[in-house]
């Protein structure tokens, strides 16, 4: 049973392009949380979705950021006009059903790196 | 506000030896989950141990164990029998029991010496 995947793991992007992190959750898994790590600093809440409904974002920036998660395919956080602040480590999550938010399975992350 | 604070930025214990990692916690929450994760230096999040808050006896997993004291919203994880791959950074972390985010505090970083 693969875990949760995250592609690409590394990323570079230039100050003003678009960055799209892609996640792919557990098989039967279709709830998907992402989160950033900024350097030296532990995790921090961004978006929680479940197939084509965002249903918390309050931990994600109100401009240049947005996350999908469609009926088909991967779950997508979506960068624009990235900026220096960007870099950072972001993960994404998975569980299985909503009773059961509290065991969230990581995937290795992405780690986004602005220039 | 959740706030999850730990207080040792840096430990370091010799290998086969005991080691434990301080964690306390802010919440208004009666009911809650209380996790450490470990990240290696493959930044990977692998979850450690878990402990439901309404459970009064302290969680266990093999070498790993937690000293959970509600009164005091204090949650120390203890690493018995220390080994090389054990070195990596430790985050504990706080879940509202109706909740769907993780609060996490900014980390351990523990080295085992050989």
């Known amino acids: 049973n693969a875990g949760v995947m995250q592609n690409p793991r590394h990323l570079v992007r230039r100050r003003g392009q678009e960055a799209r992190l892609r996640c792919s959750p557990m098989?039967?898994?279709?709830?998907v949380y992402w989160y950033r790590q900024l350097p030296e600093e532990g995790l921090k809440f961004m978006v929680y979705?479940?197939?084509?409904?965002?249903?918390?974002e309050s931990g994600m920036p109100k401009e240049r950021f947005s996350a999908e998660f469609p009926k088909e395919g991967p779950s997508i956080l979506r960068i624009q006009q990235v900026v220096r602040g960007d870099s950072a480590a972001y993960f994404c999550?998975?569980?299985?059903?909503?009773?059961?938010?509290?065991?969230?399975?990581f995937g290795p992350g992405t780690r986004l790196t602005v220039t | 506000a959740q706030t999850v604070t730990q207080s040792q930025p840096e430990m370091s214990v010799q290998e086969a030896e005991t080691v434990t990692l301080s964690c306390t916690y802010d919440?208004?929450?009666?009911?809650?989950?209380l996790f450490w994760y470990k990240q290696p230096p493959s930044r990977q999040m692998i979850l450690v141990i878990r402990?439901?808050?309404?459970?009064?006896q302290n969680a266990t997993e093999n070498r790993f164990s937690v000293n959970f004291q509600k009164a005091a919203k204090s949650f120390s994880l203890k690493i018995s029998d220390s080994q090389l791959g054990d070195t990596a950074m430790y985050f504990c972390?706080?879940?509202?029991?109706?909740?769907?985010?993780?609060?996490f505090g900014t980390g351990t970083s523990l080295t085992v010496i050989p």
């Open positions: 098989k039967g898994h279709s709830h």
């Open positions: 402990q439901e808050a309404y459970k009064q």
């Open positions: 919440t208004s929450e009666s009911n809650y989950y």
């Open positions: 979705l479940q197939k084509e409904n965002i249903i918390d």
């Open positions: 972390a706080f879940m509202k029991h109706i909740g769907n985010q993780f609060y």
């Open positions: 999550a998975s569980s299985p059903a909503v009773a059961r938010v509290n065991e969230q399975y």
